[in-house]
Structure formats: C-alpha cells, structure tokens
C-alpha cells in the first residue's frame, strides 16, 4: 500500500481536516488545526506530504521520527499540529485496513465508555448558570466554565466578586454533585491566581484549569499549596518534552495534551504513560471537530489515566457547524448518562461525509481569536 494524495479542507466554523488517500482504495482522515492558525497549518501539512506521498502509511512510527526529526527545526503548534493530523489520518488507515478499531492496533481498550463534559461559557458570565441546567438536563454530569473576563496582573476584588459570585450562580443551579471545573484559560496573572484559587475553595471543583500559562510553569507548585482543587493544564503544550518539565516540577494533578496539537495518537499516547509514571491524571483537550474527538476517544480507550474527555457539541464556537454535521452516522458519537462509547468501527471509527465536507470547504473559514484590552489600552490575555 502506498500514499497517493494528502488533501487538505478548511471547513466552518473554525477547524481542518486532512484526507490521505492511499492506492489500496482506503482513505484516512485527519484533524491537523491550530484554532485562528487553520491557513498556516494547512501550508505546513502540504510541506510536511512531499516526503509522505509514495510510502507505506502503515510505518506510523517512522514517519513520525521523520517528519518531527527530519526538519531540524521541531515543535511548537504549528508543525506538531500539522503533524498530529497526519498521524490521525495514518492510524485510521491503519485500522480500515485491518478492519479493527485504532484502540485494537494499541492493545486493546482498558475501558468502553467514558466520562464527558460540556462547556457553558464564562468569557462573559451572564448566561452561565443557565448554560449550566441546559446541559445537565441533556445528560451531562460535568460541566466547565470560564473563570474570568480580562485580569490585570493586580486587579480589583470587584473582580474576585464577579468570579465567585459566577461560580456560586452555577453551583446554585446544578447543586454539588455535578462536577465543576474552573478554567482560568491563561488569562490570570500569578498574583490575581494567588486570590481567586484561595476564594474558590469552598465551591469543590473538578479542577482548575491553567490557573497560569504554561510558560510560568515555575508558579504551579507555589498556586498548587493553596488550594485542594487538582490543577490542570497543557492544551499548548506539544510533545513529551514539553510535558516532561510539567511533570518533573510537580504541582500538576491533571495533564491536557489536544491530539490535534500532541503530535497525534502516537506521541500523545506516550504523553500520557509518562503522566501514569507520576500518577498525573489525563484529561484530553478537545474544543474541535468530530474527527479530533474520534482521535481522543481511541486513546481514551488505551490511556489507564484518562477520566473525562472534553468535546464540542453544542458550544458557541459552532454556530455554523457543529460536532455532527459531518458524519454519515452520527451514532458515534451518542451520549448517555454523561458518558460516550468508545467507537469500534475501523480505524477512527467514523464515517466522513466528503460531498458535505466539500461543500463547506468551498465556503471555508478565517476564524480569529478576540483581542481584549484592559482598561488602560494593555492587551488582555484572551
């Protein structure tokens, strides 16, 4: 079998996908998308397909030490998103050939569902708490809220208030037994952290999630001892060394990698056994496609430290397409008591719709992130 073409679709409302097509007739799909980024990706996986076209898609890991180590220059979300798409793409051919799921080809599942949480909001708080009964009511256990609107680096307790009363709002709404994370999302400096974690303690979250970016990651042991929930970051980190400075600091409960940016099934796999060394929990990021979902789940089936997987459907991002709208079968991806079942068809275990794909390709996207300001002009951390 040898790889023919490698096509690439940038599709509403902001996500890529990449399609492999190989001359044993099988086809493989990928989802490679730096989120406000699609253009730049695209370019590098069609880089990235001069060495591919013509080899064996079923010598996975070679071609991921070639495409990461072949270039000199490596990582960062760029290349090792571009990357990911492929090896998604290359792991589900792998599996329609075979005709086994993904998860069988990595040892087979250690679990057949699992647990699944909805974001509600938070950027601006208004509507959260009723976010939050609308998705309790349609099965979801666990929920995730954005903390807080922009934050200077020392702010005003109006803002601390803002937050708890945000949260409070949610916990009145669902009651304690739903699980509650609170997602800082990078824009809360260290001193701004200090307080909010402090303030939070009473509410009992699942987790605080980037209570600071990544790059300071030096600040996570001193946050971590004040406050018993677990924390949780990495959606922009990219590969197992980045991940190892995390886990080699401490602080962290909770690992995040997005196999849409990790370097796809087969680095974030080894993310992920690294984090099981250091009883790190694993958490997949996942605010994409149906395509970057069937990735998680075939991992979450492998992965002994995943216990809930983030998805899509229904969040404000997709107002022109959602998690479903490209699937022949939307039976996948089925929730049920909070929980989804791992997919066992071949490969990925989807069915892409390609004449939907391409109608959609033909209108594309240029989805941009916000650019906020403070109110002294600064730019916010969005």
């Known amino acids: 079998m040898k790889i023919t073409a490698i096509t690439t679709f940038l599709v509403p409302p902001r996500w890529l996908f990449v399609r492999i097509d190989t001359d044993a007739g099988i086809s493989g799909w990928g989802e490679p998308i730096v989120e406000g980024r699609a253009h730049t990706v ?39 998103s571009a990357l990911a798409g492929i090896d998604q793409a290359l792991w ?26 909805s974001w509600i909001g938070g950027d601006r708080p208004a509507d959260t708490a009723r976010a939050a009964k609308e ?22 307790h109006t803002k601390v208030t803002h937050v708890l009363e945000n949260v409070q709002a949610v916990r009145d709404a ?21 307080v909010l974690m402090r303030e939070l ?7 605080i999630e980037e209570p600071v970016l990544s790059e300071h990651l030096e600040a996570i042991p001193e946050l971590a001892a004040l406050s018993p929930a677990p924390i949780a970051l ?28 990790s370097g796809g099934i087969t680095e974030t796999r080894k993310i992920a056994a690294m984090a099981e060394a250091y009883d790190v929990a694993l958490a997949l990021h996942c605010p994409l496609g149906p395509i970057a979902l069937a990735a998680n789940l075939q991992l979450d089936a492998v992965c002994y430290n995943a216990f809930i997987q983030e998805q899509s459907l229904g969040i404000h991002y997709n107002a022109t397409n959602d998690l479903l709208d490209y699937l022949v079968d939307r039976a996948p991806f089925d929730y049920k008591d909070g929980y989804v079942a791992i997919p066992d068809g071949p490969g990925l275990g989807i069915e892409i719709n390609q004449a939907y794909v391409d109608e959609r390709a033909a209108e594309g996207h240029r989805w941009r992130n916000p650019i906020w300001r403070h109110a002294d002009g600064s730019v916010a951390e969005w």
């Open 42 to 80: 695209a370019a590098a996986v069609e880089e990235l397909s001069d060495y591919l076209i013509g080899k064996d898609p079923r010598h996975i890991e070679d071609h991921w030490n070639v495409l990461y180590r072949g270039g000199f220059y490596r990582g960062g979300p760029i290349l090792m």
């Open 92 to 117: 589900d051919i792998h599996g329609k050939a075979l005709g086994v799921p993904v998860h069988a080809l990595l040892g087979g599942p250690v679990r057949d569902r699992i647990r699944v949480y």
């Open 135 to 156: 998705a309790v009511a349609r099965g979801f256990t666990a929920v995730k809220m954005n903390a807080t609107e922009e934050v200077q680096f020392v702010d005003s």
């Open 174 to 194: 669902v009651g304690r037994e739903i699980g509650l994370a609170v997602d800082f999302h990078g824009r809360v400096h260290k001193p701004m952290a200090k």
């Open 201 to 207: 303690e009473p509410f009992g979250l699942m987790f």
């Open 234 to 261: 990495g959606e922009r980190l990219y590969s197992r060394f980045d991940f190892k400075r995390v886990l080699q600091t401490g602080g962290v409960d909770i690992i995040q990698p997005d196999p849409s940016h």
